[in-house]
């Protein structure tokens, strides 16, 4: 009715090269919102690192963030001993939302997190250092600590111990890479679909009247996919707080 | 004429509306109850909001996990 044509989703996700197409060092525009996350992740952690006493510009938003992090974060996680965590957790904060807010940001409207690398990257890397902490802290007795639960009777084990080795180590990366991944992606494709909408629209005749509803569905959706990229940070970096944690209590 | 017609994206799309199910439910009502929690004791709204969020979170895989299935199944 509308001759409207829902781009496919390779479309919207791959990006031709800029330079050097199909090279290993092709430089496209996910690629440039990397660079662009790591630039202004540095520059918070270095405009914000002046230690005036009376902070100024930059100084203030990084020392809220640094508060935000520390009491929000690592406190509610992990507690004391996390707080050497924090300039990881501060960094992974703060890239993932950078490459999470250009989804809204106008001409690029791209989350690079919406392509599976950058969230499997950053989750592998979680991984590491969930299981690294966690041997650092048990030893070889981090396999008892992760596979078998306290207060289990013993035959019970013979089902509990896979069911474990399974979710923590093989599930559990996956779920935090496709939660991050499924969001991003989930978003952009709903902010394509009301713009497909609106300019199929546009070019209609007497349709032309329901126009104004997809526009305010891309207001309202813009608004909302910001909220979602500062949650999803949040929700990445607690839940890498949560693994940690799980990885090397000792309260048993 | 073709009312209805079994096909590849349809029945994948079908996995992703089943797959919401649990976890519209889920996340409703361990919003609801967080919120309840939060009325009653509102001294300790900030440990409830943490927890909540990660409840949604791990609620929400599962929706999330139905979305990719969803486009894995169109193919």
Redesign the interface.
Known sequence: MFALEFPPLSHIVNWPGLAGDGQWWEINKVVLVYAFAVILTLLVFLLGNKGKLVPTGMQNVAEMAVEFVEDGIIMETMGKEGLKYTPYFLSLFFFIFFTNIFEVIPVIQMPASARIALPMVLALLAYLIYHGAGFKSHGLGYFKHALVPPGVPWPLLILVIPIEFISKFLVQPFSHTVRLFANLLAGHILLVTFAVLTSGLFAAKWYAILLPLPLLGVVFFTAFEVLVSFLQAYVFTLLTGVYINAAQSHEH | MLLAEITDTGLASLTYGLGAIGPGIGIGYLVGQAVQAMARQPESA??VR?TM??G??FV??LA??G??VF?LGQG
Do not use: D, K, Q
Request: hydrophobic letters at 80%; zero cysteines; glycine letters at 8%.
């Open positions: 900030g440990m943490t969020f990660l949604i979170a929400e895989a999330l996990i979305f990719v486009f």
